[in-house]
C-alpha cells in the first residue's frame, strides 16, 4: 500500500509568481485536505477535497486555490506569492469526508516552500 | 473557531513519564488528536480520542480527556530518546469540513 506522497520536495520561488504543489493520495482515500504549516507553527487548514469538489475551506484568500482529479491526486495552486507564503506545505488523505464519524488523516512529507 | 493551546517545550529525563498538556476553545470538537514531527518530516497520528471517552491507553501511550475543562494530555511512559520530535494537540469540530485545528506543538527534549 502506497502511503501519501507529494511533489517537489522543495522549491523556491520569487514573490509575485505562481505555483502549483502536488499529493498522490493514498489508495482508497477519495479525501484530500491541504495544511500550511510556517516555520515554528502547528499546520493550518487550506481546504479539503471531496470527490473533485471543494468540501470546507480555512481562512486563506482565493489566491489559494485546488483541483481533484478523478483519481482522486490533487493539487495547491497559490497565484501572486508573497514572502508570508514560505511555509511547508503538507498534504492529508483520508477515506471520506463524513463530519462526525472518524476518519484518521494520513499525511505526506510535505513541500518546503520558500518564496524570495 | 477551535483555539488550541500548548505549553512550547518540555524537558524530561530518558525512562521518566512524559506529560504533554493541550487546551482547546470548541467544546464541539468530536475528536481530538495527538500527532508527532519528527525534524524534516511530515505528521503522524499517534492516537485520537472520542470526545464521549475519558481516558485512552494505547501501549506506553496514555491520553486523559476532561471535558468541563477542556483540557488534553498526553502521557509518553518511559520516554526514550526516539520520542524527541513536536508534539501537536489537534481538534476537529462539529462542522462540515474535516479540517483540524492544531497547537502550535511541544517540543519535548530528552535529556539522557
Known amino acids: 500500500e502506497t502511503g501519501v506522497t507529494q511533489s517537489p520536495t522543495h522549491l523556491i520561488k520569487t514573490r509575485g509568481q505562481q505555483v502549483t504543489l502536488r499529493c498522490s493520495s493514498q489508495s482508497g482515500h477519495n479525501t484530500v485536505s491541504w495544511y500550511q504549516q510556517a516555520l515554528g507553527q502547528g499546520p493550518q487548514f487550506i481546504f479539503q477535497y471531496y470527490r473533485e469538489e471543494e468540501n470546507g475551506r480555512g481562512n486563506f484568500p482565493p489566491r489559494f486555490s485546488g483541483l481533484q482529479f478523478p483519481n482522486y491526486s490533487s493539487e495547491l495552486n497559490v497565484n501572486a506569492l508573497e514572502l508570508d507564503d514560505s511555509a511547508l506545505y503538507l498534504c492529508?488523505?483520508?477515506?471520506?469526508?463524513?463530519?462526525?464519524?472518524?476518519?484518521?488523516?494520513?499525511f505526506g512529507p510535505g513541500t518546503r516552500l520558500t518564496v524570495l | 473557531g477551535e483555539d488550541v493551546e500548548q505549553s512550547l517545550f518540555l524537558s524530561v529525563r530518558e525512562g521518566d513519564s512524559s506529560v504533554i498538556n493541550c487546551t482547546y476553545t470548541?467544546?464541539?470538537?468530536?475528536?481530538l488528536y495527538w500527532y508527532k514531527q519528527e525534524p524534516g518530516a511530515g505528521l503522524q497520528l499517534l492516537t485520537y480520542?472520542?470526545?464521549?471517552?475519558d481516558m485512552k491507553q494505547d501501549q506506553r501511550l496514555t491520553v486523559l480527556l476532561n471535558k468541563k475543562d477542556k483540557h488534553l494530555s498526553l502521557r509518553i511512559a518511559d520516554t526514550q530518546t526516539g520520542d524527541s520530535a513536536i508534539y501537536f494537540c489537534a481538534g476537529r469540530g462539529g462542522g462540515g469540513a474535516d479540517g483540524l485545528t492544531f497547537g502550535k506543538g511541544t517540543h519535548l527534549i530528552i535529556q539522557p
Open positions: 492529508a488523505s483520508s477515506p471520506g469526508p463524513i463530519a462526525g464519524s472518524y476518519n484518521e488523516q494520513f
Open positions: 470548541d467544546s464541539s470538537s468530536t475528536y
Open positions: 480520542i472520542f470526545s464521549n471517552m
